[in-house]
């Protein structure tokens, strides 16, 4: 059984920074891409971040570039999500998505979903 845990959220000012983490088992972690969404209050979810299975390619959506790094350590089956110059519109809960191969593809989208994080950012 393929299970996700996602911590690391809580409140934050903007231009502050935090990082969340994903904790996976049930699987062989270092043989999928893996992703983080979000989903803001009256929104549907959306990409934020993924990295493929050794952690050489990554991909990131517009509004977090240059501000969101994500990033995976196959040893402790765990992705990272760094986040930096935190903004309102960042405030979400934030998932992280286990991929159904190595190689990440929007069309592919994800096998396995965490529960989510509360990520709140104050002006």
């Known amino acids: 059984q393929v299970q996700l845990v996602e911590s690391g959220g809580g409140l934050v000012q903007a231009g502050g920074s935090l990082r969340l983490s994903c904790a996976a088992s049930?699987?062989?972690?270092?043989?999928?891409?893996m992703g983080w969404f979000r989903q803001a209050a009256g929104k549907e979810r959306e990409f934020v971040a993924a990295?493929?299975?050794?952690?050489?390619?990554?991909y990131y959506a517009d509004p977090v570039k240059g501000r969101f790094t994500i990033s995976r350590d196959n040893a402790k089956n765990t992705m990272y999500l760094q986040m930096n110059s935190l903004n309102p519109e960042d405030t979400a809960v934030y998932y992280c998505?286990?991929?159904?191969?190595?190689?990440?593809?929007?069309?592919?989208?994800?096998?396995?979903w965490g529960e989510g994080t509360l990520v709140t950012v104050s002006s």
């Open positions: 998505g286990g991929g159904k191969s190595y190689y990440y593809s929007p069309d592919d989208g994800m096998d396995y």
């Open positions: 049930g699987r062989t972690f270092s043989n999928y891409a």
């Open positions: 990295i493929n299975w050794n952690g050489f390619t990554t």
